[in-house]
């Protein structure tokens, strides 16, 4: 596996691939890889002659006082992962190379201007998604990708960047990829590294209200509101639990709805301890 820690390095060898006529897949991560990262891997492998996987922790995706110092990282153990699983290339870049005005500062960025990534996670993360969407947008232009590959995990996130692939004329063919879940139902996530024993324990509410979720629509209930008052009772049974939000909204635009009908995304963030945690489900009812 290459290892490119420059955009010049990643230009080069796509080019060098381009010329040999095969296609490439490129899967956005910030490190700390786990399963979840590896099942992208692994559908993008199955779709594209070369994969490219990003490893860089997005400093203009995280507000004050978030943690992006804290946020765990091991290069080592990523590469392991990703050359285990097929991947030809990990571009690695320095916060520099990705944000040359130094200390992770940008002056030019890609926003989705209505109120998108104002719902879920929005609401408390005002910025975040112009981070996610400026650093995905320059890891386009960097590999030029034919697909790319996103977890449903952060299903805001695919939302957007699909919305942002069909609003500047990207050409990049999105891949969403299921969740992957630890076998007690906990979503995997390198955030799950914050937690201690209890709260690892405690942290089985949000797969316990998703799977709850899941069985009220499939036995029909369209009332969004009770299907939510249902997770939100439960989830609040846990002390050591605190909801962000519990939310249905619809599956493209994410804004709110009162009634299960179509594509409707059931999400959630919720605090254990001093760790956010989400998760959520598609209905299609
Ligand atoms: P992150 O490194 O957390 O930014 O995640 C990079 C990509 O992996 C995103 O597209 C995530 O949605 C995806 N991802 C993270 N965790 C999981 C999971 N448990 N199952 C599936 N995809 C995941």
């Given at each position: 596996?290459?290892?490119?820690?420059?955009?010049?390095?990643?230009?080069?060898?796509?080019?060098?691939?381009?010329?040999?006529?095969?296609?490439?897949?490129?899967?956005?991560?910030?490190?700390?890889?786990?399963?979840?990262?590896?099942?992208?891997?692994?559908?993008?492998?199955?779709?594209?002659?070369?994969?490219?996987?990003?490893?860089?922790?997005?400093?203009?995706q995280?507000?004050?006082?978030?943690?992006?110092?804290?946020?765990?990282?091991?290069?080592?153990?990523?590469?392991?992962?990703?050359?285990?699983?097929?991947?030809?290339?990990?571009?690695?870049?320095?916060?520099?190379?990705?944000?040359?005005?130094?200390?992770?500062?940008?002056?030019?960025?890609?926003?989705?201007?209505?109120?998108?990534?104002?719902?879920?996670?929005?609401?408390?993360?005002?910025?975040?998604?112009?981070?996610?969407?400026?650093?995905?947008?320059k890891?386009?232009?960097?590999?030029?990708?034919?697909?790319?590959?996103?977890?449903?995990?952060?299903?805001?996130?695919?939302?957007?960047?699909?919305?942002?692939v069909?609003?500047?004329?990207?050409?990049?063919?999105?891949?969403?990829?299921?969740?992957?879940?630890?076998e007690?139902?906990?979503?995997?996530?390198?955030?799950?590294?914050?937690?201690?024993?209890?709260?690892?324990?405690?942290?089985?509410?949000?797969?316990?209200?998703?799977?709850?979720?899941?069985?009220?629509?499939?036995e029909?209930?369209?009332?969004?509101?009770?299907?939510?008052?249902?997770?939100?009772?439960?989830?609040?049974?846990?002390?050591?639990?605190?909801?962000?939000?519990?939310?249905?909204?619809?599956?493209?635009?994410m804004?709110?709805?009162?009634?299960?009908?179509?594509?409707?995304?059931?999400?959630?963030?919720?605090?254990?301890?001093?760790?956010?945690?989400?998760?959520?489900?598609?209905?299609?009812?």
């Amino acid at each position: 596996m290459i290892i490119a820690k420059t955009v010049e390095e990643v230009r080069s060898q796509v080019r060098e691939w381009r010329k040999e006529g095969l296609t490439v897949g490129l899967v956005p991560t910030m490190g700390y890889l786990h399963e979840g990262h590896a099942s992208l891997i692994d559908k993008a492998v199955s779709m594209c002659d070369r994969v490219v996987a990003s490893d860089f922790v997005n400093p203009t995706q995280f507000g004050p006082g978030e943690d992006l110092e804290a946020y765990p990282r091991d290069f080592d153990h990523d590469c392991q992962l990703l050359e285990a699983h097929g991947c030809h290339m990990v571009f690695h870049p320095s916060v520099d190379e990705m944000y040359p005005d130094g200390n992770g500062k940008t002056d030019t960025y890609i926003e989705i201007l209505d109120d998108m990534p104002k719902q879920l996670c929005g609401k408390t993360r005002p910025i975040h998604f112009r981070g996610v969407c400026t650093v995905v947008g320059k890891l386009f232009n960097i590999v030029m990708p034919d697909k790319a590959f996103f977890g449903q995990k952060d299903a805001q996130q695919l939302a957007i960047i699909r919305r942002m692939v069909r609003d500047l004329s990207y050409g990049i063919e999105i891949v969403g990829c299921p969740i992957v879940r630890e076998e007690d139902g906990l979503a995997k996530s390198s955030r799950n590294t914050y937690l201690n024993a209890e709260e690892r324990q405690a942290a089985l509410v949000l797969s316990q209200a998703i799977r709850m979720a899941e069985k009220m629509t499939a036995e029909g209930e369209t009332d969004a509101e009770k299907v939510l008052a249902a997770m939100r009772e439960h989830i609040e049974k846990e002390p050591l639990a605190k909801i962000d939000y519990v939310s249905a909204v619809d599956g493209v635009t994410m804004a709110p709805v009162t009634e299960i009908k179509g594509n409707v995304l059931i999400a959630m963030a919720v605090y254990i301890g001093k760790t956010r945690l989400i998760d959520n489900c598609s209905v299609n009812a």
